[in-house]
């Protein structure tokens, strides 16, 4: 029989929530400030084929959103551990990185006006569920 | 709508970032897992674990993940590039069962699948949204500020 893991931990339903959702924010912040500032660089490989590796290096990190976004990453990272540290981590894998998924193309069709069509929404649900169920 | 077509190379990255990045943290749990218990008063150790062959190769393997990462989100787009990481999930679960003989729940083996299948429906598609160029001739990646 399975058991809410939300009953059984130490915290409640709102500070559980909170955790995971810190995760979720900064990890979604993360991922589409890194996306953006890897879309301003332009094409990575036509730049290394032109300038060489250390101009492809150059092109990456002289952009300060590039940094901006790896300290949005860190801060989930930091709040994984903060959350494995009160929550189970058979809570916290599978529902950060699911939900993750699915606020990641929200925020990619806001921020960085991506086309997630039908398809690709398909695909984040699949994807999703699945890593939940993977992950579980 | 033209679809942005991938080359084998860029379908190489996404391979290296689906890959990359699941047998990195796979190395750094074998690592972490070797060692005796760590305090964050003797810091010291932890410094010392960095250099222990198993933690080292995962270090080394997640390095070459972000920079795979990186390189595929200058040319497709995160909602493009994300399920391929999440296929990697996929590819350790199935090493696993086929080379460790480990065993697959049955929600494990619907995990492998609803990902298969979610990545299957987006690698279909177009992996860069299409933006209007000023000669008109291909999309054209957002200027640098």
């Not at chain 1, 890194?34 to 952009?63: N, W």
């Amino acid at each position: 029989m399975s058991v809410d893991p939300l009953a059984v931990s130490n915290v409640g339903f709102w500070p559980a929530t909170g955790m995971i959702a810190a995760i979720i924010l900064a990890s979604t912040a993360g991922e589409v400030l890194t996306a953006k500032a890897m879309k301003t660089v332009g094409d990575l490989d036509e730049i290394r084929a032109k300038s060489g590796l250390k101009g492809a290096i150059k092109a990456v990190v002289t952009r300060p959103m590039l940094f901006a976004g790896i300290g949005f990453l860190a801060l989930a990272f930091f709040a994984l551990l903060f959350a494995l540290n009160h929550l189970d981590l058979s809570l916290v894998a599978p529902a950060s990185a699911s939900l993750t998924l699915i606020t990641n193309s929200i925020a990619a069709k806001i921020f960085l006006h991506e086309n997630v069509d039908r398809r690709r929404w398909t695909a984040a649900v699949f994807v999703c569920v699945g890593v939940y169920f993977l992950a579980h | 709508m033209a679809s942005h077509t991938l080359t084998a190379r860029q379908y190489s990255i996404l391979a290296l970032v689906a890959l990359c990045a699941p047998l990195g943290d796979t190395c750094l749990s074998r690592g972490m897992s070797a060692l005796p218990p760590l305090s964050i008063a003797h810091p010291a150790t932890l410094i010392a674990a960095v250099f222990t062959p198993w933690i080292a190769v995962g270090i080394a393997l997640l390095i070459g993940f972000f920079a795979s990462y990186l390189t595929a989100l200058s040319w497709a787009d995160l909602t493009f590039v994300l399920p391929a990481t999440a296929f990697g999930n996929v590819i350790v679960a199935l090493f696993a069962r086929f080379w460790l003989h480990e065993s697959i729940s049955w929600q494990r083996w619907l995990g492998i699948a609803l990902i298969t299948i979610g990545v299957g429906f987006v690698a279909n598609g177009p992996a860069l949204t299409e933006r209007p160029a000023a000669d008109g001739s291909k999309p054209a990646p957002e200027e640098a500020a």
